[in-house]
């Protein structure tokens, strides 16, 4: 059964940083395609970044490209999200989910449409 665990939240202060990790258990991750979604109170799940099942297929939103990165430990399992000055806006709950299909394109971020599991998520909180 294909199972996803985020880690990795928590508070910061804007301008800081954090690594959001997702553990994969069920599938390898050569196999599936992986994306970040995060949700804030009112607002709809937005797409943040994915990763495909060849690990080069990448893809970010834009209003997180050059700060976040998508990376990948297939002998963990695990991607991670690591990012840096965050800022009052990127405060979410932050998931990641898998793709079955690993759909992910260098020209295409994918919506939650095609993600079939998904992690219980983590906090984000940027606040001064």
């Known amino acids: 059964q294909l199972q996803l665990v985020e880690s990795g939240g928590g508070s910061v202060l804007p301008g800081g940083s954090l690594r959001l990790s997702c553990v994969v258990s069920?599938?390898?991750?050569?196999?599936?395609?992986v994306g970040w979604f995060r949700q804030a109170p009112g607002k709809e799940r937005e797409g943040v970044s994915c990763?495909?099942?060849?690990?080069?297929?990448?893809n970010y939103v834009g209003s997180v490209r050059g700060r976040f990165t998508i990376s990948r430990d297939n002998a963990k399992n695990t991607v991670y999200l690591q990012m840096n000055s965050l800022q009052p806006e990127d405060a979410a709950v932050y998931y990641c989910?898998?793709?079955?299909?690993?759909?992910?394109?260098?020209?295409?971020?994918?919506?939650?449409?095609?993600?079939?599991?998904w992690g219980q998520g983590t906090q984000v909180t940027v606040s001064s």
């Open positions: 989910a898998a793709d079955p299909y690993s759909v992910c394109g260098t020209y295409y971020l994918p919506g939650s449409a095609v993600y079939e599991s």
């Open positions: 069920g599938r390898t991750l050569d196999t599936i395609g």
């Open positions: 990763i495909g099942s060849n690990g080069e297929s990448i």
